[in-house]
């Protein structure tokens, strides 16, 4: 039998209501206990100072694999998860083809065994070829081996498309992640609609554009006793029409990216368009509200929305860059300082945000240390200062408007299944 202790971390596992200084015992790739009588094991990870917490999950994340290599593939894309303590990620099916067919499902799946990374598992499309017409295969789709359904950045806009669709992905118990907005008021639009786009003289996207869709989508899921999933919120109202909605019962959870929680659209002027996001940045008033989403319960995860572009494309003009950043490797440090350091959330609020929020959403088995699991694990030192460096990112991107900032809290290991996939290299 192999088996590994990680010795004297912080173990924060929100799952099983554990935060306590301890060993963590694994045998042949599970936990086989938590704070054990005897450590001894053939190899031994020294935790201490760092906070050891179950591997994060993401729900949503483009890797571009198949059509657009020169941005992300699956084994870069899952490299770079798995360096940003990532040790599952749900894939969009915004691809070339999309992922809208059994085959191409089982595609990624295969790809994610070879990477030898996270695991990366597919988000089926919701409709043929993303066209928003007609419903793709659920069923087959879900045969090979997808975990929920999207459109990936663009919205159902369709409604007795997406009344449909709530109604079948609800049969077969799979959520249905949608990214709110109408079509016709964001056309064209490339930041925020407000005081700064003005300014600017950048055609804005209002804050209209997504609570519309949310409560289209709300009054949707209230009609057919279905289950969706929001991503990416970025405005006020929208929060507070989920948070409504959950008090009424029904089957409504949201996520939120980190740089939505730490920057806003007044930094657009100087039109760098690694700012430029979907949705896009929004004012102070919005960022507060999306952070007491997270306090109350009302948003459930924290979502990288990893959105990797080649230098090319994003060294165009604005209106011509494509929205995104990277997002995976930074994540946690953007967490830290947004939520932790300024006091706003503690760890296992935020942990759960990563860990036990998206495994419910997506029907994981991860998200806990509970004995028997599999031991998908992040350790990481909450205290250590660096400075993100986009040249050194495992991602084939670098579009990130947070290279050269100086930052708190750096993953150390990364361990799938027991094995450790990412020791971090020491900087010389």
């Not at 306590?20 to 990870?45: T, W, Y």
């Not at 930094?267 to 979907?278: E, Q, R, Y």
Request: hydrophobic content about 40%; charged content about 25%.
């Amino acid at each position: 039998m192999k088996s590994l202790v990680i010795q004297g971390g912080r173990v924060i596992d929100p799952a099983n209501s554990i935060d306590k200084v301890c060993d963590v015992l694994i045998v042949d790739g599970k936990v086989a206990a938590i704070d054990p009588a005897g450590s001894a094991a053939e190899r031994v990870i020294d935790a201490t100072g760092c906070i050891v917490s179950p591997g994060f999950i993401d729900c949503h994340v483009s890797f571009r694999e198949p059509g657009s290599e020169e941005d992300e593939t699956i084994s870069t894309g899952s490299r770079s998860a798995i360096a940003g303590g990532f040790t599952t990620v749900a894939c969009l099916p915004d691809t070339e083809p999309p992922i809208d067919t059994r085959a191409a499902a089982e595609f990624v799946i295969r790809q994610s065994k070879r990477a030898d990374g996270s695991r990366v598992f597919p988000l089926g499309a919701v409709t043929k070829n993303l066209k928003g017409e007609e419903l793709a295969e659920i069923g087959q789709l879900i045969h090979g081996g997808a975990v929920g359904f999207s459109e990936g950045k663009q919205a159902i806009a369709n409604s007795e498309i997406m009344r449909r669709a709530l109604q079948y992905t609800s049969m077969w118990n799979r959520p249905l992640l949608h990214q709110p907005c109408v079509p016709e008021l964001s056309a064209g639009g490339v930041m925020h609609e407000g005081y700064v786009s003005t300014v600017l003289g950048l055609r804005g996207i209002p804050a209209a554009a997504e609570e519309i869709m949310v409560r289209r989508d709300i009054a949707l899921v209230e009609n057919t006793e279905g289950r969706i999933h929001l991503m990416s919120l970025s405005s006020l109202r929208s929060v507070e029409e989920v948070r409504q909605a959950r008090a009424r019962g029904l089957k409504v959870t949201a996520d939120v990216t980190p740089h939505h929680l730490l920057l806003t659209d007044d930094l657009l002027s100087g039109f760098d368009t690694h700012l430029k996001v979907d949705p896009p940045l929004r004012t102070e008033e919005h960022r507060q509200a999306l952070i007491a989403g997270l306090q109350d319960g009302t948003i459930s995860i924290i979502a990288s929305d990893h959105q990797p572009w080649a230098q090319e494309k994003k060294e165009r003009e604005f209106d011509q860059s494509p929205s995104g950043i990277v997002g995976l490797e930074t994540l946690l440090p953007i967490c830290i300082a947004a939520l932790i350091e300024p006091g706003l959330l503690n760890w296992s609020q935020l942990i759960s945000k990563l860990t036990l929020g998206p495994a419910r959403l997506l029907g994981l088995e991860g998200g806990t240390l509970s004995v028997g699991a599999r031991a998908d694990i992040v350790i990481f030192d909450p205290q250590e200062h660096w400075t993100i460096d986009a040249r050194q990112f495992a991602s084939r991107s670098r579009n990130t408007p947070f290279h050269g900032k100086s930052v708190t809290g750096r993953v150390r290991h990364t361990l799938v299944d027991g094995e450790v996939r990412y020791p971090r290299p020491e900087t010389h």
